[in-house]
């Protein structure tokens, strides 16, 4: 081993059902931990001199793992540390990517910073949350983040990317779309700013008039967002197992106003609706659900929908990678056959390979 390189100890054969909040899937063929950047540069180097995959992991929030389990390292990022560095007008909040986000987002609120009170009670590490571009409630990430550090295994180098470079969308970013499994990210750094919170959705701004608060502050809203998402099974609760999922399965499908107009037939009523730039209108994955003949609580065998949120597929004990599939498999050709929408799913799939009904599930279409 050259002077200076860390030594690398990977585990093998490790369960890795119990590190996520489905609790479903196979163990990893090897396993570790990376506290630091030099961490994850050492295992990269492992993989890459023994030909193998190298699969970075959170918490296991947002991931399906196939029955078999993933090939390679599995790589949990453990990388700790908050820092808020003053700047100008706004503070620069830098966090490592194994601080859990909800903890990040309370330590914003409690510093009197505004930005990420909407994102509060979401599951998952920090560095995960750019990856998806996490939204919620009127905020994403992508509104706030600055930029982040990650490792290039494409270079084996460490980087500094812009939030102009992260490619950010809907639900997406560069991370899950072209360069997907490229980087692992290692900290990322926020702008916030002293001030109000975000109050724009109407599920918010109801909990708080029935809580006769007229001027919410920033933990008033982070407090009516915890307690709406507890009542759809969005908050992880051993005692709940409505929460054995990995929250909203299928994201809200973004389509044309004239598409929106046209559901109306199919529908034979209004179709709910939320206005995006562009002329566009965000639909309700779980309207479209519930309207396919699929409602909350639906159950096939050992899955079956949450019976708070439609959205969730829950494993309701002893569960397999290919129960959950053949459900999201018939939740998205019901939506369908019924308006013609093909619903994507938020999660990623890891050590499927190139199997069929992945590839259905990812397959973008409207």
Same mark, same amino acid.
């Given at each position: 081993?050259?002077?200076?390189?860390?030594?690398?100890?990977?585990?093998?054969?490790?369960? $890795?059902?119990?590190?996520?909040?489905?609790?479903? %899937? %196979?163990?990893a063929q090897w396993f570790m931990r990376a506290a630091t950047a030099d961490d994850v540069a050492a295992a990269h180097r492992w993989c890459r001199d023994r030909s193998l995959p190298l699969f970075p992991l959170g918490d296991g929030s947002n991931l399906v793992i196939a029955d078999a389990g993933i090939p390679g390292l599995v790589l949990q990022i453990a990388i700790a540390g908050t820092l808020f560095a003053p700047r100008r007008s706004e503070t620069v909040v830098r966090v490592g990517a194994g601080e859990p986000w909800d903890r990040t987002v309370e330590a914003t609120v409690s510093h009197g910073l505004a930005g990420l009170e909407c994102l509060s009670g979401i599951p998952g590490r920090t560095g995960a949350t750019p990856i998806q571009n996490?939204?919620?409630?009127?905020?994403?990430?992508?509104?706030?983040?600055?930029?982040?550090?990650?490792?290039?295994? *494409?270079?084996?180098?460490?980087?500094? $990317?812009?939030?102009?470079?992260?490619?950010?969308?809907?639900?997406?970013?560069?991370?899950?779309? !072209?360069?997907?499994?490229?980087? /692992?990210?290692?900290?990322?750094?926020?702008?916030?700013?002293?001030?109000?919170?975000?109050?724009?959705?109407?599920?918010?701004?109801?909990?708080?008039?029935?809580? *006769?608060?007229?001027?919410?502050?920033?933990?008033?809203?982070?407090?009516?967002?915890? @307690?709406? !998402?507890?009542?759809?099974?969005?908050?992880?609760?051993?005692?709940?197992?409505?929460? !054995?999922?990995? =929250?909203?399965?299928?994201?809200?499908?973004?389509?044309?106003?004239?598409?929106?107009?046209?559901?109306?037939?199919?529908?034979?009523?209004?179709?709910?609706?939320?206005?995006?730039?562009?002329?566009? /209108?965000?639909?309700? *994955?779980?309207?479209?659900?519930?309207?396919? %003949?699929?409602? !909350? =609580?639906? %159950?096939? =065998?050992?899955?079956?929908?949450?019976?708070?949120?439609?959205?969730?597929?829950?494993?309701? =004990?002893?569960?397999?990678?290919?129960?959950?599939?053949? $459900?999201?498999?018939?939740?998205?050709?019901?939506?369908?056959?019924?308006?013609?929408?093909?619903?994507?799913?938020?999660?990623?799939? @890891?050590?499927?390979?190139?199997?069929?009904?992945? @590839?259905?599930?990812?397959?973008?279409?409207?």
């Amino acid at each position: 081993m050259p002077d200076g390189e860390r030594p690398v100890r990977p585990d093998a054969g490790v369960p $890795l059902a119990p590190l996520t909040t489905l609790g479903i %899937g %196979g163990p990893a063929q090897w396993f570790m931990r990376a506290a630091t950047a030099d961490d994850v540069a050492a295992a990269h180097r492992w993989c890459r001199d023994r030909s193998l995959p190298l699969f970075p992991l959170g918490d296991g929030s947002n991931l399906v793992i196939a029955d078999a389990g993933i090939p390679g390292l599995v790589l949990q990022i453990a990388i700790a540390g908050t820092l808020f560095a003053p700047r100008r007008s706004e503070t620069v909040v830098r966090v490592g990517a194994g601080e859990p986000w909800d903890r990040t987002v309370e330590a914003t609120v409690s510093h009197g910073l505004a930005g990420l009170e909407c994102l509060s009670g979401i599951p998952g590490r920090t560095g995960a949350t750019p990856i998806q571009n996490v939204g919620a409630y009127g905020q994403e990430v992508s509104n706030t983040l600055v930029d982040l550090t990650a490792f290039d295994t *494409a270079t084996g180098r460490l980087v500094t $990317l812009s939030a102009d470079e992260c490619g950010f969308g809907y639900r997406t970013s560069r991370f899950k779309q !072209r360069d997907a499994g490229r980087f /692992v990210v290692c900290d990322v750094g926020f702008a916030l700013r002293y001030g109000p919170p975000t109050l724009v959705y109407p599920d918010v701004i109801r909990y708080l008039q029935g809580a *006769a608060v007229s001027s919410p502050t920033l933990n008033d809203v982070r407090q009516a967002v915890l @307690a709406i !998402r507890r009542t759809k099974g969005m908050v992880i609760d051993e005692a709940d197992p409505d929460t !054995r999922s990995v =929250g909203s399965f299928f994201t809200n499908p973004v389509v044309s106003a004239g598409v929106h107009a046209d559901l109306a037939d199919r529908a034979g009523g209004p179709v709910p609706g939320f206005p995006m730039p562009g002329g566009q /209108v965000k639909i309700p *994955a779980a309207w479209l659900i519930e309207q396919s %003949g699929l409602g !909350r =609580g639906y %159950g096939r =065998g050992r899955v079956g929908l949450s019976s708070k949120h439609p959205l969730a597929i829950i494993n309701r =004990g002893g569960a397999t990678a290919r129960d959950l599939l053949d $459900l999201a498999v018939l939740i998205k050709r019901r939506v369908e056959d019924r308006f013609g929408i093909g619903l994507v799913p938020e999660p990623v799939f @890891a050590g499927f390979g190139d199997d069929a009904d992945v @590839a259905y599930l990812v397959e973008r279409r409207l």
